[in-house]
C-alpha cells in the first residue's frame, strides 16, 4: 500500500474554508476517480503561528498513483470544480510518499465523535 501525506501552509484566515472545500468538494471528487482519501482536515497546533492542513491519500502502487491523479488533475471536474477555490487559499505544501502495510492505512482514519 503507498500512503501519500500532503502538508498545506495556508493563507491567513482560510483554514476553515479550506478543510470544508477539502472534506465536502475535494474528497467525494477524488473518490469518484478512484482516489482514497484516508483523512483530511486542520493540523492540531500552529507551526510559528500559520494556518495549517493535511491529506492523507491511499493508492494500491506508485503506478496507480500516478495513473489516477493523472486523470483528476486533467480533469474538468476538477479544473472546474473546486480547484480555484483550493489553490487560492494554498501558500506551499509538501509531499511525502512512502510505502505502508494496510492496517497502518486504517489506523490513521479519524475517529468519530
Do not use: C, N
Not at 498545506?8 to 482519501?37: C, H, S
Amino acid at each position: 500500500m503507498i500512503l501519500e501525506i500532503r502538508t498545506y501552509r495556508l493563507k491567513p484566515g482560510t483554514i476553515d474554508e479550506f478543510v470544508r472545500l477539502m472534506r465536502q468538494e475535494a474528497a467525494p471528487l477524488l473518490a469518484r476517480f478512484g482516489i482514497r482519501v484516508v483523512a483530511a482536515g486542520a493540523s492540531l497546533v500552529r507551526e510559528d503561528g500559520h494556518e495549517e492542513a493535511y491529506l492523507i491519500r491511499a493508492f494500491p502502487s506508485l503506478a496507480v498513483r500516478d495513473e489516477r491523479e493523472e486523470a483528476f488533475y486533467g480533469s474538468d471536474a476538477w479544473r472546474d470544480g473546486p480547484r480555484e477555490a483550493i489553490l487560492s487559499r494554498i501558500e506551499s505544501y509538501h509531499t511525502v510518499v512512502l510505502e505502508t502495510a494496510e492496517q497502518s492505512v486504517d489506523v490513521l482514519r479519524p475517529r468519530r465523535s
